[in-house]
């Protein structure tokens, strides 16, 4: 059986090259996404593609880490960001789960999660790094 | 070896019923929390219960799905919300990476994800459910 963390590599590796089109071979031509933050179902992987493609900004896409859930299932953790020329930036992270069957993703279950600071005074218990 | 949801189940129940103190059974003392997208640690079971319990609102968490990785490592995916006395709410999802030792979480990863709507128009590719 195919590795199922190869494809969610290849699927981070070229949205992090901005070669998007080079996701559509980790992809099963009938792949669905689901963005439950938005209530969003993407159906297709021509559609995902084309949308991440459309999303304004110049992201990089670093793939921290890879959670084998099963040999059909796994969680992906990436660092999100984007640089602006005035030397400020934005940074997220993307939590993703993924089904792989034949060594493609057929369903994706993507979260994200924004960089702040922390929205109230709790330094007595946590310490910053 | 116990089964490394458990703890994890013991918490959120815990933290959902408001029974902050009732989470520390599910926590090793020298437990540490890591909150990456503010760059903060938490050390220890006691701080991090104080801190949760400090928290502003009234926050409902709902435990949608348990994903055992290893026998000793879980991900878990929790809904959270707040609903207000005027009728509005917030919502979010917490995903969150658990190591389980001895029937205890020694150590949490968590990522929240708020609720919105979309970004821009991608109703092109997206459809809300």
Known sequence: MPDP????????????AR???DALEALAPDFEALWPQT?????GAEGFVAL??????????RLQRLEPISDTRVAALVEISNAF???????????GFYDVE???????EEYFADCAEPPFDRSEWAERY
């Open 52 to 61: 991440n493609e459309a999303y304004p900004g110049q992201w990089r896409c």
């Open 39 to 43: 209530r969003e179902l993407i159906r």
């Open 5 to 16: 963390q190869i494809p969610v590599q290849t699927l981070w590796s070229a949205f992090d």
């Open 102 to 108: 034949d060594g493609k993703i057929v369903r994706a």
């Open 19 to 21: 070669r998007f089109r």
């Open 85 to 95: 020329e005035d030397g400020s930036g934005e940074r997220l992270f993307a939590v």
